[in-house]
């Protein structure tokens, strides 16, 4: 199983990015997908999940309104649509998939995890 992201990368606040995470070695279909990330020096944290149908989602506190997940399963990827960017969404960024049928939030249901992409907020 491989889960790549990328399209992460420096912006200035109030800027937006998207990252992707194109999976493949799995039934992409059947698998919750979640981000999470991880800035210096602090615990990775939760970000965004999507159930297999894209029926259920679930966001962070700190970034619901400006993130907005999405998933194209005929193209076994999914999306991080980030605006209003802020200095404190500087992190590392990760996508992960869930085997299990619930949007979960804690990064231990997750069975397979991608590599991160760095995702730099100037002031």
């Known amino acids: 199983v491989q889960l790549q992201a990328s399209g992460g990368g420096l912006v200035q606040a109030g800027g937006s990015l998207r990252l992707s995470c194109a999976a493949s070695g799995l039934t992409f279909s059947s698998y919750v997908m979640g981000w999470f990330r991880q800035a210096p020096g602090k615990e990775r944290e939760f970000v965004a999940a999507m159930s297999w149908s894209g029926g259920n989602t679930d966001y962070s506190d700190s970034v619901k309104g400006r993130f907005t997940i999405s998933r194209d399963n005929a193209k076994n990827t999914v999306y991080l649509q980030m605006n209003s960017l802020k200095p404190e969404d500087t992190a590392v960024y990760y996508c992960?998939?869930?085997?299990?049928?619930?949007?979960?939030?804690?990064?231990?249901?997750?069975?397979?995890w991608g590599q991160g992409t760095q995702v730099i907020v100037s002031s």
């Open positions: 992960a998939a869930d085997a299990g049928r619930i949007v979960m939030v804690y990064a231990e249901s997750y069975d397979y």
